[in-house]
């Protein structure tokens, strides 16, 4: 249970997050429904906990965190996380400035591919999310609220055929 004093005293979150685009090999895409904002659907995204987290703990925490995919379960091993070489840097939305720190206006986001076996149980942090569904990756995209995220899936089939997931 939270607070009022709660959020007074939660630390501001750091302007550097992942993006993680969870599919199988089929390239289903596992998008999650936002709870403070119905209707818009995403994939796994969160910010760094310490300015020295290493990018790929972020994933692995984030992923858990939201969906209960444990990465390094059977499965799941920890080669499934591919780190794309790609950043977005976009300017944070309005509605969600107030937790970063005063004069915050941007973040960058390192984006990541996960390879999940088919069927792969989803379990939500109700508290972040409502609802998820597994689309194909065009459809996700086409889903996405958010544009980087969008780009991001429709990168998938090229990370794909290269190697990189």
């Not at 939201?66 to 976009?90: D, K």
């Not at 937790?99 to 996960?114: I, Q």
Request: net charge negative; charged share 20%; proline share 9%.
């Amino acid at each position: 249970m939270s607070s009022s004093s709660d959020v007074a005293t939660r630390p501001f979150k750091i302007p550097e997050s992942v993006l993680v685009v969870i599919h199988t090999p089929a390239l289903e895409v596992l998008l999650i429904e936002r709870a403070d904002a119905p209707g818009y659907w995403q994939s796994v995204t969160g910010s760094k906990d310490s300015a020295d987290e290493a990018l790929h703990l972020t994933c692995t925490r984030e992923v858990a965190e939201e969906t209960g995919i444990l990465i390094g379960s059977p499965g799941v091993p920890p080669s499934s996380l591919a780190n794309w070489q790609l950043a977005n840097h976009y300017e944070i939305y309005p509605r969600w400035r107030h937790r970063y720190a005063p004069g915050v206006t941007h973040n960058t986001e390192h984006v990541f591919g996960l390879t999940v076996p088919a069927g792969t149980p989803v379990t939500l942090s109700p508290r972040e999310h409502t609802a998820y569904a597994w689309l194909p990756w065009r459809e996700a995209a086409d889903r996405c609220f958010s544009p980087s995220n969008a780009e991001a899936i429709l990168l998938l089939p090229r990370f794909i055929a290269g190697g990189a997931a």
